[in-house]
């Protein structure tokens, strides 16, 4: 038989929020090859070797094809309408003996915003509640907040591309050589042709390696240390008096509690030596175009939101954000759609393009497109979901596309909250630790499978097309939620992904220029994006700030201790994150070659604590942390500081987030993942 012949397809990357451009070569049904597109808009022709070569997932055995529905102990196949059918009643049951309130859904960052948008349609109006979030609540929901609240709009504040013209950058807590490593060698090259380079993070990551000033303050202290640069700044006078008089307002509040931090005090809450403090607010602070970015080093803490409030103090005091100069205040955004999954009002306070629930206007503006009431009130965020599948007061939870069993903090009590829901519904790839506690488990594509678009971590639309049919049964998530609305007798419209975009924009005008004819002819557009005759905003706020006032705001708030801190018994303060061949859960790179380059979970160990608990690499060690415990390998490394441990999170089977806590962001409920105080053992 003769092959077919050779097709391409363009494609935006489903791993990271960097959003690589990528043509996927296919030929009989099969991924040839991977390679990044020379005019992709942010990889320039580069992609990494997620992007590049794990696609061997696709045509692993292990894909689910059919439905799966649990009787008794044992997940058994079944046809779609069966297994659509008892999702349904299970819904329609639980709304009728106790309220719409009782069935909530974790919407993904690994769907298109397409299919988050008819998510949270689905929860609104079909079931007629909004418990509906998304895993930013788990990783930069302290960004949206902390930068609505700064500077009026939840994405970054510039283009990336603006941050090749920094001449100084101020990278916190990310790791984007590993990371996001396609941004992460744009930065690197910007510093070799000559940026300075200010690092803040507690492990020797690799931009720290090229930094003018490597800032190692103790995890949880990022608020001491950003009131120290800001004290810095007022101090040695390199605020902008001007821009601080005429776009930004709290400076007196500030500067009032700026007296409380300077850089001795700071030096001995965060353990950064002074002359690092202040040569890093000099750098930072003298620079004509300073830029900063920063990852989830700065969010997932306690007090993560005080976090991005005070860091993009220094932004504003610099007037350096809003303005031609500078790269203001970047997120650098984990999954591939995470941005986007916020961007479409898959949150429980919300809706498509931030506009709160609460909010008579808003909502009568997507009652008028969608036909029906929407809910008033907030709905669940994802802890309060699993604490109230605890308590008894959840019947049914629906999870697309998320391992919330490996991912989640605290994951004896995520497995409780699973087992006490009675129907936990679960769309997967694969059989993931989440699927084995469900009841009803759907057949799930995957990117290479799909249409519709991704927001990168620049606020960027692209398209995603699809390279190939989902294998057997399995379905888009779109196609899975239209099919269920259909089983409940519901007809959400929308009847293609680019009818559900351009619906989105009626509801949330900020896309409503945004289109995917648009997007097939141009690329990409970046949102702000209200009118089809007009490119996107890659840089914000040049005329004004999006707030009520239009100023950029100030923060004046005192650093608080994490909710965890080392004592006799917990000596070391864990750090999880990611490491560069693996995503996430690792469901879909463990199926494929990046497992021979990152074959397991390892914790990293500093040499003079490996020494003191005569642990060598490689070893097995237990860590336990107050809430749970796990056996890893250790590897031995200065990149973590002594006292301080550091493991990814890729393979369920070591269980690292048995050990995170449920300390959370005080004001979005983001999980304390950087702070967990735990004891090493051998063995
Ligand atoms: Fe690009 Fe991120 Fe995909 Fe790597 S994982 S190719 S950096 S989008």
Redesign the pocket.
């Known amino acids: 038989t003769r092959s077919s012949a050779l097709t391409r397809t363009r494609t ?9 451009a ?1 043509d996927v070569l296919t030929r009989d049904g099969e991924v040839t090859a991977v390679k ?1 597109a020379h005019d992709g808009p ?2 320039r022709g ?7 070569f794990a696609h061997g997932f696709l045509r692993s055995p292990e894909r689910l094809t059919r439905p799966l529905l649990r009787r008794g102990s044992r997940l058994e196949p079944v046809d779609w309408p069966e297994a659509l059918d008892h999702v349904a009643r299970g819904m329609r049951a639980a709304i009728a003996e106790a309220g719409p309130d009782t069935v909530a859904a974790i919407s993904s960052a690994r769907a298109t915003n397409e299919e988050n948008y008819l998510i949270q349609k689905f929860m609104r109006t079909v079931i007629g509640t909004n418990n509906v979030d998304n895993c930013s609540r788990l990783c930069h929901s302290p960004s949206a907040a902390g930068l609505t609240a700064a500077f009026g709009l939840s994405g970054g504040t510039d283009s990336f591309d603006d941050a090749e013209h920094a001449d100084c950058l101020l990278v916190v807590g990310a790791n984007p050589i590993e990371a ?4 992460g060698a744009r930065l690197l090259q910007h510093v070799l042709r000559g940026a300075r380079l200010v690092v803040a993070d507690p492990r020797r990551v690799g931009l720290a390696e090229h930094a003018d000033v490597h800032l190692r303050a103790r995890p949880g202290t990022n608020v001491a240390l950003f009131n120290g640069l800001a004290h810095v700044l007022l101090d040695e006078g390199l605020a902008d008096l001007d821009f601080l008089r005429r776009r930004a307002t709290g400076l007196a509040e500030l500067t009032a509690l700026l007296e409380d931090y300077p850089p001795g005090r700071v030096s001995e809450i965060t353990g950064v030596p002074v002359p690092d403090l202040v040569a890093a607010a000099r750098l930072y602070g003298r620079a004509e175009r300073p830029a900063i970015i920063y990852g989830l080093g700065v969010t997932e803490h306690l007090h993560g939101t005080d976090g991005v409030r005070t860091l993009s103090n220094l932004a504003i005091l610099r007037g350096a954000v809003g303005t031609g100069r500078g790269y203001g205040v970047n997120p650098l955004r984990g999954q ?1 759609n995470v941005q986007g999954a916020s961007d479409m009002g898959a949150l429980p306070d919300l809706l498509p393009g931030y506009a709160a629930v609460g909010d008579p206007a808003a909502r009568a503006r997507a009652e008028r497109v969608w036909g029906v009431p929407v809910p008033r009130t907030a709905g669940l965020r994802i802890p309060e979901m699993f604490a109230a599948a605890r308590a008894g007061d959840l019947r049914v939870l629906w999870v697309v596309g998320e391992d919330v069993c490996a991912t989640d903090p605290d994951t004896n009590l995520v497995v409780a909250a699973l087992e006490a829901c009675p129907l936990v519904v679960c769309q997967e790839l694969f059989l993931s630790e989440t699927a084995r506690h469900a009841d009803v488990v759907l057949p799930a594509a995957s990117w290479l499978e799909k249409d519709g678009t991704f927001v ?1 971590f620049d606020r960027r639309f692209q398209r995603v097309r699809p390279a190939l049919s989902p294998p057997g049964q399995a379905r888009t998530d779109f196609a899975i939620v239209q099919a269920l609305a259909a089983t409940l007798g519901a007809d959400l419209g929308c009847p293609t992904p680019a009818a559900a975009l351009a619906e989105c924009g009626r509801v949330a005008p900020v896309f409503g220029g945004i289109s995917h004819q648009r997007l097939d002819q141009e690329g990409a557009l970046a949102w702000p994006c209200p009118d089809a005759g007009r490119p996107g905003t890659g840089k914000l706020y040049l005329d004004r700030f999006a707030t009520a006032d239009g100023l950029a705001h100030l923060a004046a708030l005192p650093y608080l201790p994490p909710g965890e801190s080392p004592d006799g018994d917990y000596p070391f303060i864990l750090v999880t994150g990611r490491r560069w061949a693996h ?1 996430n859960s690792g469901s879909m790179t463990r199926r494929t070659g990046n497992l021979r380059l990152d074959p397991a979970d390892r914790i990293d160990v500093n040499p003079a604590d490996a020494a003191r608990h005569a642990v060598r690499d490689g070893d097995p060690v237990t860590v336990e942390s107050r809430h749970g415990r796990a056996t890893l390998n250790a590897r031995i490394t200065d990149e973590t500081a002594p006292g301080q441990l550091f493991c990814a999170f890729h393979f369920p089977a070591s269980r690292v987030n048995a050990l995170t806590s449920g300390h959370a962001d005080t004001v979005t409920s983001c999980p304390e993942y950087k702070v967990t105080a735990v004891r090493l053992s051998p063995g």
């Open positions: 935006t990357c489903g791993y990271c929020g960097v959003g690589c990528l990044p942010v990889n580069h992609a990494c070797v997620k992007g590049r996001h490593p396609v941004v591939n990168n995503y």
